[in-house]
């Protein structure tokens, strides 16, 4: 590991924007808050494919992959980040290392190959991803960006990254630390007003972003930056102008909002999309923000207009599933913001909470799902498979809501499940994708397939039951 990789990894797990890394002494802070990951134990994600979810949603820019082949494969796409417009991201860039260069190095193939997007492709800025293999034969892409950069006239941004570096959240870290040290403050807007945010840690999956910005467009609130959802090079340069931060997911991007409040002083505050009320809390914390930094004080009862508007509308909508699904049992295999943001919007739907896991989430996260749930919440560190599929054989929950991985066990216990992680196809932010949500865990509780699956099989009924 290259002693700027390691300086910058010193500097992420110094954050003080955590109240349990500022509370460990000097060593234990440097180990960081999580295990570090060994050979062949790379699942759930290693630090270059953290650093690729991070930033790939960023449409207009190529994704340019320094290493195997298998890197590009692995990372590309591996998210429903939708775009209002340039497709570039969606494009698989590599250098496609192979044993030669392995040998003699890689990085005359790395600077041929920003030359040929940069030729043919022409996009605002090109960001290069430093993989486990280059990192090893020490390849430079710091040296090779820079020289890049000067002979093709754009933007060329380093993200070193291997995967050997950590696990996936230090990825998504060590991503953001490339935009603040590269991106963010190089532009300056065109324009600029009393109302303009930066939304950080917001990936847009299968279009969320757009369920939100029609409230805050109607709020008056302009959208300077979102990271990285849906956005461009030249926003997120220019994100240091916004008057106020929202972080949607702490545990992915927190640098940046620290970072960003201590180079600019801008304020930031930790919100959610998901629900009515948390929906609603976000709009009124961003109006009480933007005020505080010089904003007329009339968005306050602007928000409280907005809310009143849309919050009778939602619950009006959810009344008929309320009805169906009161007292049906959830069980939340997920992390980070959502074990706290999702089991708030379940709730307002009428669905009990028998467990949500914590795995990936932060002490904050923790505190409010005590305070949602009060003193019946059931965190769950770290559930294997045998006991998840234990509990939806028991009937312990109607439902799991997970991620893909996690499936096949409610498969396999011939239980309803529904995706909530990063790979669904459905919106589930606002007051709009609260309603989606709740529709769609009615479909699949519902779904007369289950009773199908749990019948007995004809060879297993009794014979005087086949006789008739």
């Known amino acids: 590991m290259s002693a700027s990789l390691k300086t910058r990894i010193a ?16 060593k234990e802070r440097k180990k960081g808050c999580t295990k570090q990951l060994t050979p062949g134990a790379a699942a759930g994600g290693c630090a270059f494919d953290g650093a690729k979810i991070a930033l790939q949603p960023i449409v207009d820019v190529a994704h340019l992959v320094h290493g195997p082949i298998a890197c590009e494969g692995n990372g590309w796409d591996n998210r429903h980040s939708a775009s209002s417009g340039p497709q570039v991201y969606r494009s698989g860039f590599t250098t496609d290392m192979s044993e030669f260069d392995v040998i003699y190095g890689g990085e005359k193939r790395l600077f041929k190959a920003i030359r040929e997007i940069a030729e043919k492709v022409k996009p605002p800025a090109i960001f290069v991803y430093q993989t486990c293999v280059p990192a090893m034969i ?15 006239g754009l933007p060329v941004i380093p993200v070193d990254a291997p ?5 996936k959240n230090l990825g998504n870290k060590l991503g953001a630390e490339a935009l603040l040290d590269h991106v963010i403050g190089t532009v300056e807007p065109e324009i600029t007003t009393p109302y303009d945010i930066n ?39 220019s994100a240091h102008r916004a008057k106020a931060n929202m972080m949607v997911c702490s545990k992915s991007m927190i640098n940046v909002a620290t970072r960003m409040q201590q180079r600019w002083g801008i304020p930031y505050f930790e919100g959610s999309f998901y629900g009515i009320a948390d929906m609603s809390q976000t709009l009124r914390d961003i109006a009480r923000l933007l005020v ?45 913001v959502k074990s706290w943001s999702v089991v708030s919007a379940l709730q307002e739907a009428g669905l009990e909470i028998v467990g949500t896991s914590v795995k990936k989430s932060t002490k904050e996260d923790k505190q409010r799902i005590k305070e949602i749930m009060g003193d019946d919440a059931h965190m769950i560190d770290d559930l294997s498979p045998r006991e998840m599929y234990s509990m939806l054989r028991d009937a312990r929950a109607d439902i799991m809501l997970s991620g893909g991985r996690s499936q096949f066990v409610a498969l396999k216990a011939r239980m309803p499940w529904m995706d909530i992680n990063q790979e669904r196809h459905q919106a589930f932010a606002g007051y709009e994708g609260i309603v989606t949500m709740v529709a769609e865990i009615d479909k699949a509780i519902f779904n007369p ?4 699956v749990r019948a007995p099989a004809p060879w297993e009924a009794p014979a005087v039951a086949l006789a008739a």
């Open 292 to 336: 505080q930094t010089g904003a007329p004080a009339d968005i306050v009862d602007r928000a409280e207009a907005l809310i009143a508007a849309e919050e009778p509308r939602a619950y009006e909508r959810l009344r008929a599933y309320r009805e169906r699904l009161s007292g049906k049992r959830v069980l939340l295999i997920t992390g980070g």
């Open 199 to 237: 939304i950080i840690g917001e990936y847009n999956l299968s279009g969320e972003l757009w369920q939100v910005k029609p409230l805050l467009d109607a709020l008056g609130v302009r959208v300077l930056a979102c990271l990285s959802g849906d956005g461009r090079y030249r926003e997120i340069a």
């Open 449 to 452: 397939v289950w009773q199908q």
């Open 163 to 167: 995967g050997f570096a950590g696990p």
């Open 11 to 26: 500097q992420v797990f110094d954050e003080p924007g955590c109240d349990v890394n500022q509370a460990k002494g000097d």
């Open 138 to 152: 020490g390849d430079d892409i710091e040296a090779v960006c820079q020289r890049a950069s000067e002979r093709f």
